[in-house]
Every structure is written in structure tokens, then in C-alpha cells.
């Protein structure tokens, strides 16, 4: 530490050295000390003026540094969540959905996608009355997946940066709620039509959030990560038979 001190005194004697000679030069050439000192009381008057404007761009940079710092991280965490449960999540309440391959047909990533393509899907999905009907559906092998996977998603809950994004958090609250929705029943067999109205809410909620926050994922891929993006293409829970190969 008494190193770096060191070099701190050793750059500010430098720096006050050169100042030093720079106004000797000024003085031996034009020979006039009031001009001199004219204009270092000019300077030194607008001194805090220079100290606020750097400090002000220093903390802008450092801000923006720290904001794409946990912008990372965060793209890290929902990375983590789609690997761990949100793809296989998405391809489970597929099945779920009404007229699912048109939904199907808007979410087909692809490697051509842009901007543009991501655009359309997403108001595709933000202005669709995406209609959910849990009937002949297995709700306990969706029960048994997310209850398999509460104490990963319990986990991310305690990730601090998820306060930086409430959208993703408000997709894992209602994964939660459907959890406990679906652990609270005992059996699925002779539901009452009012409670079958009120799962499927629970799943169409789920399901919404789900499915914009992974084509937003996917964007960042494409844009971040090419080679992530492309094996996610290929993985895309929207495709009926995803297959890993390269062909």
C-alpha cells in the first residue's frame, strides 16, 4: 500500500513540476509576471468548475460500467433458469394452449431472426387472448417437474440482481404460485369446472410471461452469444422434434 502511495506523491510532483515549468517558460518569453498571474487566478477560479464536470462523466462512466455489470450477471441468471427449467417448462405448457400450433408458427426462432422478426412475436404474444384448457393434460407430471425443481427456483429468488429485472421476477412469483396451486390438490380426478377455470388462469399467466421473457432471452443470445444462440435454435421447445445436430 505504501508502494502505490508513493507513486501517487511521485505522479502529483511530476504533474506539479511540469506546471511549474510551463509557466517559467510562459514568463522568460513574454516577461510580463501580471499576465502571469492574471490568468492562474482565472484558472484556479473555474477549478471546481473542472472538478464537478469530471466528477460528474467519472460517475456516469462508473454507473454505466456497474449497470452493464449486473446486466450480465442477470443474463447469466435467466440463462441458468431456461437451461434448468424454463425451456422444458415452456415445451410442457405448450400442450396447455389452444390452437398451439399457430402460437407455435409465431415462435419459431430460427437464425435468420432480427430485430424486426422478434418484434412481431413479441407483439404477437403481448396482444393475444391466449386461450388455456388444462383438460387431458397430465397436471401431475407437471406437478412432479416443478416441485423437483422449487428449490433451484427458490434459489434464484435470493439472487439479489433479479430486483434489477421485475419482469423475470414476476414470471418466477407466478411459477411459484402455480406450484403451490398444483401441490395443493391431492389429485386432479373430478375438479370442479370453477377450479378447472381457475388452474388454467394460473397456467395462462405463467405461460405469458414464460414465453416473452425467452424470446427476449433468445435476442440476447443472438445479439451476445451467436454460439449459444445457434445450439438454442436447434433446442427450441417450440419445435416438435428439436434435434442437437448440425447438418
Known amino acids: 500500500m505504501s508502494g502505490l502511495f508513493l507513486k501517487k506523491y511521485i505522479i502529483l510532483a511530476v504533474l506539479a513540476g511540469a506546471s511549474l515549468a510551463l509557466y517559467l517558460v510562459d514568463y522568460f518569453v513574454l516577461g510580463n509576471s501580471r499576465d502571469i498571474v492574471s490568468s492562474f487566478i482565472g484558472n484556479l477560479a473555474f477549478l471546481p468548475i473542472y472538478v464537478i464536470f469530471i466528477t460528474l462523466i467519472v460517475e456516469q462512466i462508473v454507473q454505466e460500467q456497474e449497470r452493464q455489470a449486473v446486466i450480465r450477471k442477470l443474463n447469466m441468471v ?30 419459431l426462432v430460427n437464425g435468420t431472426w432480427k430485430d424486426g422478426e422478434f418484434a412481431k412475436a413479441l407483439d404477437y404474444l403481448r396482444g393475444t387472448d391466449i386461450k388455456v384448457s388444462c383438460a387431458g393434460c397430465d397436471k401431475n407430471q407437471l406437478k412432479g417437474f416443478l416441485i423437483e425443481r422449487r428449490s433451484f427456483l427458490v434459489g434464484l429468488l ?12 414476476d414470471l418466477l412469483w407466478a411459477v411459484f404460485h402455480l406450484v403451490e396451486e398444483l401441490e395443493a390438490r391431492p389429485f386432479f380426478d373430478d375438479l370442479p369446472q370453477s377450479d378447472i377455470e381457475h388452474l388454467n388462469g394460473d397456467i395462462r399467466r405463467v405461460f405469458g410471461h414464460l414465453s416473452r421473457e425467452w424470446l427476449l432471452y433468445m435476442q440476447h443470445l443472438k445479439v451476445d452469444y451467436p454460439y449459444l444462440f445457434s445450439l438454442a435454435v436447434r433446442l427450441n421447445p417450440m419445435i416438435d422434434n428439436p434435434d442437437p445436430l448440425v447438418y
Open 158 to 169: 435470493e439472487n439479489q440482481n433479479l430486483m434489477e429485472h421485475d419482469q423475470f421476477t
Open 78 to 107: 435467466i440463462g441458468v433458469f431456461f437451461s434448468e427449467v424454463g425451456n422444458r417448462l415452456l415445451k410442457e405448457l405448450s400442450a396447455y394452449v389452444v390452437a398451439c400450433a399457430e402460437l407455435k408458427h409465431h415462435l
